[in-house]
C-alpha cells in the first residue's frame, strides 16, 4: 500500500493525478501509513486536511495545482456540495465557481478559479464512498490480519525508526518536478487484452494502472537498468517488468508480460 500511496502522490505531476482512497477498520492503520509515505515528500506537494467546509476548496487561498489534497477522513467532505466541488477538481482538472458578493451596488457576480490539476488522498472506514467520486479513486485496503496485528506490535515494541535522513528522497522529488520524465510502456496493449472488460470503472482504472507504471521508472531512473532512453529524447523506455509493480499489476501476484528493445 506505502509504494501505491507514494507512486500515487509522484503523479501530481502528471496532467491525471492518481486519486487514492485508503480503506479498513478504526486502528488500522490508515492514517498512519498516509503520514509515514507523505514524510518522503516536500510540504509543497501535498495539502492535508483533517475536514472542510462546502466552499472552502472555492474560496481557500492554498495552491491546488500539481498538489495531492489529503483528507484524513472521508466524513470531513460529506456534504454533498463538498463532494462535487472535489469531484469537478479531480475530472476537469480545475474549478470555476461563480456566486454573488454584495457591493455598494448591490450583488456583483464573481469568478471564481482554481487550477489544478489536483489528486486526492482519503481515509475511511466506510466500504463506498459517494459513488460518483469512488470512480475516480483507487482504493486500497489495510491489511488486519492477525499477523499484521502482530506486527504491528513488534514494530511497537522496537520503537520505530529514528534518525532516518528522507532528504535525499525529498530532493529526488524536487528534481522531478523540475523534469520532463515522459515513459512508454511498450506493451501496453497487452496488458488491455488481459483486463476483462467486465465494468464501465475499469476504463478509468486502466488508465490508473498506466499512470502508476509511468511513474516507476521516473523515480528510479536506470538504477536497476530496466529503463533506457529512446533516441535523443528524455522519454524512458520500459524494457521489463520491475518486481515493485506486483501491488499495482495484480493481488494474485501476476506479472505483466517482459517486453524488449
Not at 4 to 31: E, F, H, M, N
Not at 37 to 63: K, Q
Not at 66 to 93: C, N, P, Q
Not at 203 to 226: E, H, N, Q, S, Y
Request: proline share 7%.
Amino acid at each position: 500500500m506505502a509504494k501505491l500511496i507514494y507512486l500515487a502522490v509522484t503523479s501530481r505531476l502528471l496532467d491525471r493525478p492518481v486519486s487514492i482512497a485508503v480503506k479498513g477498520p478504526s486502528s488500522g492503520g490508515k492514517s498512519f501509513t498516509v503520514e509515514k509515505v507523505l514524510e518522503f515528500f516536500p510540504s509543497e506537494a501535498f495539502y492535508p486536511l483533517t475536514a472542510m467546509s462546502d466552499r472552502a476548496l472555492a474560496y481557500s487561498n492554498e495552491p491546488l495545482s500539481h498538489r495531492h489534497l489529503v483528507i484524513y477522513e472521508a466524513a470531513g467532505m460529506a456534504s454533498d456540495f463538498a463532494t462535487y466541488l472535489i469531484r469537478s477538481l479531480l475530472s476537469e482538472g480545475r474549478l470555476r465557481y461563480e456566486t454573488v458578493e454584495k457591493t455598494r451596488d448591490g450583488l456583483v457576480p464573481k469568478l471564481i478559479e482554481r487550477e489544478g490539476p489536483t489528486g486526492l488522498i482519503v481515509t475511511t472506514t466506510s466500504l463506498r464512498l459517494h459513488p460518483e467520486n469512488e470512480t475516480r479513486m483507487l482504493s486500497l485496503t489495510v491489511t488486519d490480519t492477525r499477523e499484521q496485528t502482530a506486527a504491528v506490535f513488534r514494530a511497537l515494541a522496537d520503537g520505530g525508526t529514528h534518525g532516518l535522513d528522507l532528504s535525499p528522497w525529498r530532493a529526488l522529488q524536487a528534481w522531478l518536478a523540475t523534469s520532463m520524465c515522459d515513459v512508454e510502456i511498450p506493451f501496453a496493449s497487452t496488458l488491455a487484452n488481459m483486463v476483462p472488460p467486465v465494468a464501465i470503472r475499469l476504463r478509468r482504472d486502466f488508465k490508473t494502472v498506466l499512470t502508476l507504471i509511468r511513474r516507476t521508472p521516473c523515480c528510479t531512473r536506470r538504477a536497476d537498468g530496466r529503463t533506457q532512453k529512446v533516441g535523443s529524447s528524455p522519454r524512458l523506455l520500459i524494457t521489463q517488468p520491475c518486481a515493485s509493480w506486483s501491488p499495482i499489476w495484480s493481488p494474485k501476484g501476476r506479472r505483466p508480460p517482459s517486453s524488449r528493445r
